[in-house]
């Protein structure tokens, strides 16, 4: 059973264009978390969410809006995608709010915009 | 403010020979620290961390880390290094007063050579 899974695990999309990923947790966590790494493998957080409400938002271009459906769930939506979009974004999880809680991540979903 | 520092972008190391990836860590209140793990193409799978408790913490696939409070460090060891370790070794921490996001380290590729 996966813990994390997150769709699509490959996306090639052109420039201009919306698109989505999907993220699940079977965890019962209820944070849950969008990472991007980079093409030099730096890991930057994005969003995080604690019982569908937004904790942390960092400098993020307003083109990426996620949205939390249920405490088990949480996408991530990106408008008119940009070339420097192209990375690989990591759903995670973790129980909650304790800073000693494991983040547990999915196995990642690589964006190439071409 | 926190922050991770991992000062060696890659480690050889001779197949059965001890590891030591490097990481120290700064932050404002009391240290959770974390390591772990990317393989080729997937997400990061949690290795061990430390909360508070035993300076020694030993983790999963034979992988062990030191706290050491004075030296701001959280190394990751193990005493014999097998081929399928090489990988891309993220350290993390996070500050324990309040909540506050995980910070990851920049990465180090470790290389077991056979």
């Known amino acids: 059973d996966t813990a994390v899974s997150q769709t699509p695990k490959y996306l090639v999309t052109q420039m201009g264009n919306d698109k989505s990923i999907k993220c699940e947790q079977n965890l019962g966590h209820d944070t849950m978390y969008w990472y991007k790494q980079d093409s030099k493998k730096f890991l930057k957080i994005m969003f995080s969410?604690?019982?569908?409400?937004?904790?942390i938002n960092e400098t993020v271009p307003n083109r990426f809006s996620p949205k939390s459906p249920d405490k088990a769930h949480l996408n991530l939506h990106i408008n008119s995608l940009e070339l420097g979009d192209s990375a690989v974004y990591f759903c995670?999880?973790?129980?909650?709010?304790?800073?000693?809680?494991?983040?547990?991540f999915g196995e990642g979903s690589w964006l190439t915009v071409v | 403010a926190q922050s991770v520092a991992q000062p060696e972008d890659q480690v050889n190391v001779a197949e059965g020979n001890p590891l030591t990836v490097k990481c120290t860590y700064s932050?404002?209140?009391?240290?959770?620290l974390f390591w772990y793990v990317q393989y080729p193409n997937r997400g990061l799978q949690f290795l061990l961390k430390?909360?508070?408790?035993?300076?020694l913490v030993k983790g999963s696939y034979g992988f062990e880390a030191e706290f050491n409070k004075s030296q701001t460090s959280f190394h990751l060891k193990k005493p014999s290094a097998l081929v399928s370790d090489s990988a891309l070794y993220f350290c993390?921490?996070?500050?324990?007063?309040?909540?506050?996001?995980?910070?990851f380290g920049t990465g180090t590729k470790l290389q077991v050579i056979p």
């Open positions: 932050v404002s209140g009391n240290p959770y």
């Open positions: 995670a999880s973790s129980q909650g709010l304790p800073a000693g809680d494991t983040i547990y």
């Open positions: 430390y909360i508070t408790g035993d300076n």
């Open positions: 969410y604690n019982n569908k409400e937004l904790i």
């Open positions: 993390a921490v996070r500050d324990s007063g309040g909540y506050q996001k995980v910070t």
